[in-house]
T-cell receptor, first 113, second 113 residues
């Protein structure tokens, strides 16, 4: 069964550095999402992406964040200048058109030093 | 306002006894509803989905959920808990008219030996 894959599984970065988290959604899916989960807390919505543009974003998704689908297969989340509070698990999800569930990747654990 | 409420942040049951995880939604129309499970350091795995067909939905690992429109509920049940069921469970709504996805805050299920 096709899966959403995320790389790397763990990223350690110095505060202030840029980081790019990568996701390969399932190939026939059209909607793409990023979520984050701070350790021990709930899953928080960051952004949704459809038809090559952001369809919705949360208050967390400020100017430091951006998403891109550069080549029709990857879906990336960039954090421009990381802060300590960006340390979290980041999940990518995708789904097909219509009333379909999201499929999640296993996440990237981002640790900011 | 659209919302998903998981009434219990933690539920503890003994192994072999029934599980009930509660979820209520608020919406002016019936959404599609999903339950996901998250084991430690893992992504979210789809347990089951309700998409306006049968109101009693069977999922993986012996879980099932019943959609009750009159109660705006979609509670998750399992007749007999297993130690491997210990995890975080999320109720998620897909608002079909605007494609908005809303997460509940999650319920952590503890299984007592």
């Amino acid at each position: 069964e096709p899966e959403v894959t995320q790389t790397p599984s763990h990223q350690v970065t110095q505060m202030g550095q840029e980081v790019i988290l990568r996701c390969v959604p399932i190939s026939n899916h059209l909607y793409f999402y990023w979520y984050r989960q701070i350790l021990g807390q709930k899953v928080e919505f960051l952004v949704s992406f459809y038809n090559n543009e952001i369809s919705e974003k949360s208050e967390i998704f400020d100017d430091q964040f951006s998403v891109e689908r550069p080549d029709g297969s990857n879906f990336t989340l960039k954090i421009r200048s990381t802060k300590l509070e960006d340390s979290a698990m980041y999940f990518c999800a995708s789904r097909r058109q219509g009333i379909q569930p999201q499929h999640f990747g296993d996440g990237t654990r981002l640790s900011i030093l | 306002a659209q919302s998903v409420t998981q009434l219990d942040s933690h539920v503890s049951v003994s192994e072999g006894t029934p599980v009930l995880l509660r979820c209520n939604y608020s919406s002016s129309y019936s959404p599609s509803l999903f339950w996901y499970v998250q084991h430690p350091n893992k992504g979210l795995q789809l347990l089951l989905k309700y998409t306006s067909a049968a109101t009693l939905v069977k999922g993986i690992n012996g879980f099932e959920a019943e959609f009750k429109k009159s109660e705006t509920s979609f509670h998750l049940t399992k007749p007999s808990a297993h130690m491997s069921d210990a995890a975080e469970y999320f109720c998620v709504a897909l608002m079909n008219r605007d494609d908005k996805i809303i997460f509940g805050k999650g319920t952590r299920l503890h299984i007592l030996p």
